[in-house]
């Protein structure tokens, strides 16, 4: 068994004993990092909207759902444990996923559709399925730096599919592929 491949069995191994004894719950921090992707969501539109009323009080609100943010980002991304500007990092990462999610929802709406991440089809010309692609990626990327698999200066290179991890079927493993493995919000 080469390296990589070593590497990911013990990871899989790894996620499945701290599942087990309770240590790390997966399901709950995806649904927490959804949340805070609405908060980021959330933080934008109060500035807009104070911006463009002239009234304070959406400053104040903002402030409020920042720190609501802050608090709860704080669950996923440890400080201390953390090298680096990674708390910057992940919170821009979901911002970005969750804006892109949101841009690709309306081109679909307005008959530009993806199909499903499993069974799409090649054509360039959807826009829809570009832009939940790269939200995707950049959602898997916040897994990565979040369960410590990748370190700040492999972004590019992992982001860029250049360095996918091995897997048992000799098939390389993708960063989707690992989240699509280990974070499962409906898996209670």
Not at 28 to 35: F, G, K, N, R
Not at 55 to 71: G, M, P, Q, T
Not at 88 to 95: E, G, Q, V, Y
Request: charged share 35%.
């Amino acid at each position: 068994m080469d390296i990589e491949r070593q590497k990911i069995k013990e990871l899989l191994e790894k996620i499945e004993k701290l599942k087990k004894t309770g240590e790390i719950d997966l399901s709950t921090e995806e649904d927490l990092s959804i949340a805070i992707m609405n908060l980021l969501s959330l933080e934008e539109h109060f500035y807009f909207t104070g911006e463009k009323t002239g009234k304070a009080d959406y400053f104040d609100l903002l402030n409020e759902v920042r720190s609501i943010r802050k608090d709860l980002l704080g669950k996923l991304i440890d400080k201390k444990q953390h090298e680096g500007e990674t708390w910057c990092i992940s919170k821009h990462l979901l911002a970005a996923a969750m804006r892109l999610i949101e841009v690709g929802a309306k081109l679909q709406s307005d008959s530009k559709k993806a199909e499903p991440r499993s069974e799409r089809s090649s054509a360039a010309g959807d826009e829809a399925k570009k832009l939940f692609d790269y939200a995707y990626k950049l959602y898997s990327l916040f897994w990565a730096l979040r369960l410590k698999l990748i370190d700040t200066a492999g972004v590019k290179e992992t982001a860029a599919g250049d360095k996918p991890f091995g897997s048992a079927q000799d098939k390389p493993w993708t960063l989707e592929d690992i989240v699509d493995k280990l974070v499962d919000c409906c898996d209670e």
